[in-house]
């Protein structure tokens, strides 16, 4: 049975803390093996005596939970690690970019736009999704108008039997911190088109040019 693997994170927040909300669906067809790729990375980690914490970009960046007695150059490391193994993962990603000032004025006007969007999506792509018997989601539920949205459109584009729904521990799974990480690399993508990068942004990404070619360039 063909089984396509969707792994999907989010940033922001549905209030008003954050400039931009971003939806991020990472795709790996589950025929491709993996688990060479994963191997090399944990043995890179081990030959650089290097930590195999659950990467996330946020705390490592700022040095946060799991990553609070790591100093910067560990975490460097640590980013070019995982940066790496996204590179040579057999994945394909879609990102939902949304500036929140466009939906200030009604709460649910932006869960309406993503789940339009994410309809049009699938739509859009509708004869490869429907090569596999089984299409499943992965997402840790932690944005009730994300679940709500992904629930509402795929249950109005997509067949409901060949669609499962997997809680996403992204401690558990490689793919789900990868779908963090290029969440995030969109999201920096955002802060730089814009000029509302950080101190801490330019510590591990260089100035923009240099985020542009060693990261969000190798990944797209």
Known sequence: MSELSVFIDESGDSGSVSAYYLLVLVFHEQAVSIGDTIRTYEQALADRELPDIPFHLGPLLNGHDAYRSLGIPVRKELLHAF?????HFPITYHVFAYKKAHF?????QLENRMKRDLINFMFDNLDYLQTFDCIKLYYDGGQSLVQKALHDAVGYAL???AVTYRMAIPADYRLAQVADYLCGLELTSLKYANGGQTATDEIFFGGSQSFKKNFLRKVR
């Open 83 to 87: 940066r790496i193994l996204c590179e």
């Open 104 to 108: 200030s004025s009604n709460p649910d």
């Open 159 to 161: 067949a409901r039997e």
